[in-house]
């Protein structure tokens, strides 16, 4: 069985990397293999028609578009929004666990143990340069219900720009002017990159073969990831321009752009998109692009290099550009240093034996139509009823003519003659038929009443229903986010790393995160060197999960601190890490790094270098970690050379006080308490009013108390003691 090792294949000097990837479609294999991938990659696309079909009748759910599903056609064409109501909310509450408050969205683990702050800042900023929070996210999330797949390209994108800068240019002294300096304009030109997140629709990709697990899997299988793109003749120019496209081929295209007839037939639902917001999108000709990556066998230039040797093939991910019509623009090897496929595809529900899973609105769609003919009815119904019918005999009624509609009217007509009739009350029964639809429709994309704004309620609901509501909420939210976490972001941040990596060469002047948390100061970070190995997780769903927990996490410190040393010999008890993890969950970043601060972000000074601020009149503060006896000592010495002088010996004699104070407290620390003391395990006292007695968890109040909705089960209850029990305790 082959060891996985390290082979030095090639070394490539600057010069070599500024030139890009060539394209390989010169090569007579390559174009053989070529003509079959593109055979391929046509059938596969027209395997999926079905789906593709069923996902644009889902969006018109989502975007609530009557289609010819309808059975009912009369003259209401109401749309409810149950299913678009039910997935916003979905959205909303995903994309709410996803990113913590706390703003700390990575973990990441190295192999000497250190915490990479630069490399988690990096990725912190890129975070929010690629606005996954507000537009990445959001759109993902509804993609992912509407299609029932998570699907995400990731690349970078370079945005240049022509700045001007005022300067002042000096005048020269030997010149004899006596004028000011002057002004002038520098000119430059700035480059800025950044990693580019486009959510991709499932209509516009295609896996092959249909059944691999992954993406990574059906590309070992030598199957083939393709999209559709759409490009115009500016995108093909910029393509061309960067090497993304080969050159010659490229301006072909170009040059005849206007003759190019052949279309892929899927429908461009960013178009749709649009043109349902009522903006008519024309404009320029744009042509369809197959973008597919595969691994094709290409010659080892390296080892064909020798005389009288036969060149040797190796399979190499490659990017492959190719139209309709059969034409070639572009196949160049992996241009990323990582060499991995820039496309991030999981399902919504894993389905075992298929790389896409089921719409979550396929199971909503035929609650939704008749949820949207019993209203559309019962609308009707409601018109026929606000205008009653009048039934009278002509013959026995000659004055139809004056029978008008009118307040105080007068007909002139028998009674016996004349009836009104009210149609029936229909519009009631069919909302009843609408709000069972929605309740199916809610329980099937597991949204809680809780999630949706509610009005109208016949019933109040318990706060004991609320609480089993919110438990369930958060299971099935908690389930929900994990494939995101695993499958989406987690490799994207490592994209990001890698991206930096290859791509950006200058400092970048970003917001700098510590230990706990954002700091108030940025920091310019070089560009990275991957030295050590990296292993990122996206942490933002954890910290979001673990929140309810930190209820348990305060009663098991309480039940921790009053176990003797006795009873866990070869351990030793540290609560500082927990107690940091609670303050953070608490208080959020900015009050946690001034509410508990790590002792070594404030590191003890030596006592000479105290006596000279102290004489320039500064206020310190003594530091634990301080040798209170050395330090009295030498500032003992500086008061004695002042001879009196004042505030410098007030500084001094204060800063000595606070030394005596501090050394009083930790000779009071070293001393063991006694058990038996009140508030000590074993003690038979009360306690200290306001703190649990240590060494048990708190007990549950008596029957009738109740938890606030949302907490875990089994937690303590929490109630207002009594007056004459706190003077009890006070005393």
Not at 347 to 351: E, G
């Given at each position: 069985?082959?060891?996985?090792?390290?082979?030095?294949?090639?070394?490539?000097?600057?010069d070599?990397?500024?030139?890009?990837?060539p394209?390989?479609l010169d090569d007579?294999?390559i174009?053989?293999?070529l003509s079959?991938?593109?055979?391929?990659?046509q059938?596969g696309?027209?395997?999926?028609?079905?789906?593709?079909?069923?996902i644009t009748?889902?969006?018109d759910?989502y975007?609530?578009?009557l289609?010819?599903?309808?059975f009912?056609?009369?003259?209401s064409?109401m749309?409810l929004p149950?299913?678009?109501n039910?997935?916003n909310?979905?959205?909303?509450r995903f994309t709410?666990?996803?990113?913590?408050?706390?703003?700390?969205?990575?973990e990441v683990l190295?192999t000497?143990?250190t915490?990479?702050?630069?490399?988690?800042s990096v990725?912190?900023h890129?975070?929010g340069?690629?606005?996954?929070?507000t537009?990445?996210m959001?759109?993902?999330?509804?993609?992912g219900d509407?299609?029932g797949q998570?699907?995400?390209?990731?690349?970078?994108k370079r945005?240049?720009?022509?700045i001007?800068?005022?300067v002042?240019?000096?005048?020269?002294?030997?010149?004899?002017e006596?004028?000011?300096?002057?002004?002038?304009?520098?000119?430059?030109?700035?480059?800025d990159?950044a990693?580019?997140?486009?959510?991709?629709?499932d209509?516009?990709?295609?896996v092959?073969?249909?059944?691999?697990d992954?993406i990574d899997?059906?590309?070992?299988?030598g199957?083939?990831?393709s999209i559709i793109?759409?490009?115009?003749k500016?995108k093909?120019?910029?393509?061309?321009?960067d090497?993304t496209?080969?050159?010659?081929?490229g301006?072909?295209?170009?040059?005849?752009m206007?003759?190019?007839a052949?279309k892929?037939?899927?429908?461009?639902?960013?178009?749709?998109?649009?043109e349902?917001?009522g903006?008519?999108?024309?404009?320029?000709?744009?042509?369809d692009v197959y973008e597919t990556?595969?691994r094709?066998k290409?010659?080892d230039?390296?080892?064909s290099?020798?005389k009288?040797k036969?060149?040797?093939?190796?399979?190499r991910?490659?990017?492959v550009?190719?139209r309709e019509d059969?034409?070639f623009?572009g196949?160049?090897e992996?241009?990323y240093?990582?060499d991995?496929?820039?496309?991030?595809s999981v399902?919504?529900?894993?389905?075992g034996?298929?790389?896409k899973?089921?719409p979550?609105l396929?199971?909503?769609?035929?609650?939704q139509?008749?949820?949207?003919d019993?209203?559309n009815?019962?609308?009707?119904?409601a018109?026929?009823?606000?205008?009653?019918?009048t039934?009278?005999?002509?013959?026995?009624n000659?004055?139809?003519?004056?029978?008008?509609?009118?307040?105080?009217?007068i007909?002139?007509?028998s009674?016996?003659?004349t009836?009104?009739?009210?149609?029936?009350q229909?519009?009631?029964q069919?909302?009843s038929i609408a709000?069972?639809?929605?309740?199916v429709?809610m329980?099937v994309l597991s949204?809680s009443?809780?999630?949706?704004?509610?009005?109208g309620?016949?019933?109040?609901?318990t706060?004991?229903?609320?609480?089993n509501?919110?438990?369930?909420d958060?299971?099935?939210?908690?389930?929900a986010?994990?494939?995101l976490e695993?499958g989406?972001l987690?490799?994207?941040v490592?994209?990001f790393?890698?991206l930096?990596?290859?791509f950006?060469?200058r400092d970048?002047?970003?917001k700098k995160y510590?230990?706990?948390?954002?700091?108030?100061?940025v920091?310019?970070?070089?560009?990275?060197?991957?030295?050590?190995?990296y292993?990122f997780?996206?942490?933002?769903?954890?910290a979001a999960?673990?929140?309810?927990q930190?209820?348990?996490q305060?009663?098991m410190?309480?039940?921790?601190?009053g176990?003797?040393?006795?009873?866990?010999p070869?351990?030793?008890?540290?609560?500082?890490?927990?107690?940091?993890?609670?303050v953070e969950?608490?208080?959020?970043?900015?009050l946690?790094?001034?509410?508990?601060t790590?002792l070594?972000d404030?590191l003890s000074?030596?006592?000479m270098?105290?006596?000279?601020?102290?004489?320039?009149?500064?206020?310190l503060?003594?530091?634990?970690l301080d040798?209170?006896?050395d330090h009295m000592f030498?500032?003992?010495?500086a008061?004695?050379?002042?001879h009196?002088?004042?505030p410098?010996t007030?500084?001094i004699?204060t800063h000595m006080?606070?030394?005596q104070e501090?050394m009083v407290k930790?000779?009071m620390?070293?001393q063991p308490?006694q058990?038996g003391?009140p508030?000590?395990?074993g003690?038979?006292?009360?306690g200290?009013?306001?703190?649990?007695?240590?060494?048990?968890?708190?007990m549950?109040?008596p029957?009738?108390?109740q938890?606030?909705?949302g907490?875990?089960p089994?937690?303590p209850q929490?109630t207002q003691?009594?007056?004459?029990e706190?003077?009890?305790?006070?005393?």
């Open positions: 069985m082959a060891k996985d090792s390290l082979e030095v294949i090639n070394i490539e000097y600057p070599d990397i500024e030139q890009g990837t394209h390989l007579e294999d174009q053989e293999q079959k991938l593109l055979t391929s990659v059938k696309y027209q395997d999926s028609i079905e789906r593709a079909d069923a009748d889902y969006w759910i975007n609530c578009k289609n010819e599903h309808q009912y056609s009369g003259n064409k749309y149950l299913a678009h039910a997935v909310a979905r959205k909303t709410n666990q996803i990113f913590p408050q706390s703003k700390r969205h990575v190295t000497d143990g915490l990479p702050e630069a490399v988690i990725v912190e890129y975070i340069a690629t606005r996954l929070r537009q990445v959001p759109a993902l999330c509804v993609n509407v299609e998570y699907s995400l390209y990731v690349g970078w945005i240049e720009r022509r001007k800068r005022r002042q240019i000096p005048i020269d002294p030997n010149s004899g006596v004028k000011r300096n002057k002004d002038a304009l520098i000119h430059e030109h700035v480059v990159g990693p580019d997140v486009e959510v991709l629709s209509n516009d990709l295609c092959l073969p249909a059944t691999s992954s899997d059906a590309l070992a299988a199957g083939s990831v793109r759409r490009w115009s500016a093909l120019e910029g393509l061309i321009e090497g496209l080969d050159k010659e081929a301006e072909s295209l170009v040059e005849h206007e003759d190019v052949n892929i037939g899927r429908k461009n639902r960013k178009k749709d998109q649009v349902g917001q903006i008519k999108v024309g404009g320029g000709k744009e042509v990556w595969v094709l290409v010659k230039k390296d080892r290099k020798g009288g036969k060149a040797k093939t190796k399979r991910l490659c990017q550009f190719m059969g034409v623009l196949c160049r992996n241009p240093w990582n991995k496929c820039p496309v991030l399902p919504v529900v894993k389905i034996g298929s790389t899973g089921d979550r396929k199971f909503c769609a035929d609650p139509y008749s949820a949207n019993a209203v009815l019962a609308f009707d119904s018109m026929y009823s606000l205008n009653p019918i039934m009278t005999d002509p013959e026995k000659p004055r139809v003519a004056s029978m008008v509609l009118s307040m105080a009217a007909w002139e007509t009674p016996n003659d009836k009104i009739v009210e149609f029936p229909l519009w009631e069919g909302f709000g069972q639809c929605r309740d429709i329980q949204v009443p809780a999630a949706i704004t509610q009005t309620q016949k019933k109040k609901p706060q004991a229903e609320l609480a509501e919110q438990q369930v958060v299971l099935t939210t908690a389930d986010v994990t494939v695993e989406i987690s490799p994207l490592q994209w790393v890698d930096d990596y290859q950006r060469d970048l002047i970003i510590g230990k706990m948390g954002m700091q108030a100061n920091q310019a970070v070089q560009p990275l060197q991957m030295q050590e190995r292993e997780r996206w942490l933002g769903v954890e999960r673990n929140a309810q930190v209820q348990q305060i009663a410190m309480n039940v921790l601190r176990v003797p040393p006795q009873f866990y070869g351990y030793s008890l540290n609560l500082g890490p927990a107690i940091a993890q609670m969950a608490g208080f959020g970043p900015r946690a790094q001034l509410t508990f790590p070594a404030n000074q030596p006592p270098q105290e006596n000279e601020m102290l004489v320039e009149g500064f206020d503060e003594v530091h634990a040798n209170d006896q030498q500032h003992l010495s008061l004695a050379s002042l009196g002088q004042e410098a007030t500084a004699r006080q606070k030394h501090q930790k000779k620390a070293q308490q058990p003391q508030g000590t395990p003690g038979s006292g009360q200290v009013p306001g703190q649990p007695r240590p060494g048990a968890m708190p549950r109040n029957t009738g108390g938890n606030p909705a907490s875990i089994g937690q929490t003691r009594s007056g004459r706190a003077r009890g305790n006070a005393a």
